[in-house]
């Protein structure tokens, strides 16, 4: 982990502090940082100073998080990384563009480094893709709010166009499927790539290259257990909205309960949204209260990314024809995450990574340090960095692309007790 500002001297602290703690060269790296280094030298110096320490051809993978938690804490400035070695592991990297305009294609593409048969019995994938980015729009900019019922509708009429732009919704439900579909045998976490919370760029490491609008894939398999959690904390609320107009690909609600979406929703919830503190006002309330709807006995939070006139645009599709008004329980995320972490500690992994939404830096408060203390506790390296989303397949559970959730792999033990 590094602290530091400038972007080149972090670079070299946080892979001199994860080699130094190895005993051969690594088999891969995985690699996290907030936005604040575009500002302090670039991410070009922030890469160059980890490969003046890293050993050449390390697979790396990584990107921009709100923050993250490790054995030293939980920060939202700086940068962190995981790296494992083992001899009995085969590691590559696929690498898909354009998630946003064809997530179908970015995933085959990544997909063509799978095609050879894995050498071990235990495999996983870890997939790192960019969240969504708020659309700029000529003379207004990037604004997630827009009230006026005339300019919403007319600037609804652009998402498809901004949507070739790489530009709108990430498209990460989609892309957790197709990838599922290819890869049926293996645990597969995923997260979102972000910046401060602002939702106007983030970026992807991919060895010596800084990424947009890229898939990346780390495939693992391994002679070592690989085991995985997924932790949600929803509470239903006794409020529903039946879905009247949508759009045709699932994204935008248009009409609740016969009235427009955004007077529905607002009027139930007692909510009110002015445009200039439209980022902060918007994502801090569907934070505690989302809407869902469940799938395989999971709930699934749909996040307002845009709210255009009446319209409302959510980050994921809404298979179903009403959503449910959730809240997050603090309580019950902690108590789950706390019965994860005793699972891990009964199977003697060499290590813990995962990704959680970045709205337990906030909905979780100072209690976000006890859940820290409690991985700290297992005495093995763990990373789980922020994300703007995050995807989780395995075997039993199928693939889920979740908000306010976390997903855990743990690495080691060939035992199976």
């Not at 495999?123 to 969240?131: H, Q, R």
């Not at 869902?292 to 319209?311: P, Q, R, S, T, V």
Request: proline content about 4%; aromatic content about 12%.
């Amino acid at each position: 982990m590094s602290r530091k500002w400038e972007a080149r001297d972090a670079g070299r602290e946080v892979a001199r502090e994860v080699i130094q703690k190895l005993k051969r060269p690594p088999s891969f790296f995985l690699l996290f940082s907030t936005i604040h280094y575009e500002k302090h030298g670039g991410f070009e110096e922030f890469l160059a100073g980890v490969w003046d320490v890293l050993p050449k051809g390390t697979p790396l993978v990584g990107g921009t998080v709100a923050g993250f938690m490790n054995n030293y804490g939980c920060y939202t400035r700086g940068c962190s990384a995981l790296a494992v070695s083992y001899p009995n592991m085969d590691v590559a990297v696929g690498v898909g563009h354009n998630t946003k305009r064809n997530p179908k294609k970015a995933v085959n593409t990544a997909n063509e480094i799978n095609s050879k048969k894995s050498n071990y019995e235990n495999n996983a994938i870890i997939e790192i893709l960019p969240t969504a980015v708020i659309p700029s729009i000529p003379g207004i900019g990037q604004k997630n709010v827009i009230l006026s019922k005339k300019m919403g509708d007319g600037f609804l009429k652009l998402l498809p166009a901004m949507k070739k732009l790489n530009y709108g919704y990430d498209r990460a439900d989609e892309i957790i499927e197709f990838l599922a579909e290819r890869s049926k045998d293996k645990i597969i976490i995923g997260g979102c790539t972000m910046d401060d919370n602002k939702f106007l760029r983030n970026y992807q490491f991919n060895g010596h290259k800084i990424e947009k609008n890229t898939l990346l894939t780390l495939f693992l398999s391994m002679s070592e257990k690989i085991r995985s959690k997924t932790i949600t904390g929803y509470k239903v609320q006794d409020k529903t909205f039946n879905i009247d107009d949508i759009s045709k690909d699932k994204h935008v609600i248009k009409k609740f309960n016969g009235k427009g979406a955004r007077s529905a929703l607002f009027e139930k919830l007692n909510l009110k949204i002015e445009e200039k503190e439209a980022v902060y006002q918007l994502y801090k309330n569907i934070y505690y209260y989302p809407l869902g709807f469940k799938k395989d006995h999971i709930w699934h939070a749909c996040m307002i990314g845009l709210i255009y006139g009446e319209n409302l645009v959510f980050g994921n599709m809404i298979p179903d024809d009403k959503l449910t008004l959730l809240y997050v329980s603090i309580e019950d995320t902690i108590k789950k995450l706390n019965e994860s972490i005793t699972y891990f500690s009964t199977k003697n992994p060499s290590c813990i990574f995962g990704f959680a939404c970045e709205t337990f830096l906030e909905t979780l408060g100072k209690n976000i340090f006890e859940v820290q203390n409690s991985f700290k506790k297992l005495k093995i390296p763990f990373l789980i960095p922020f994300v703007a989303g995050e995807s989780i397949y395995t075997p039993e559970i199928d693939a889920h692309h979740l908000y306010e959730s976390v997903n855990l792999v743990s690495f080691g033990s060939t035992r199976d007790n």
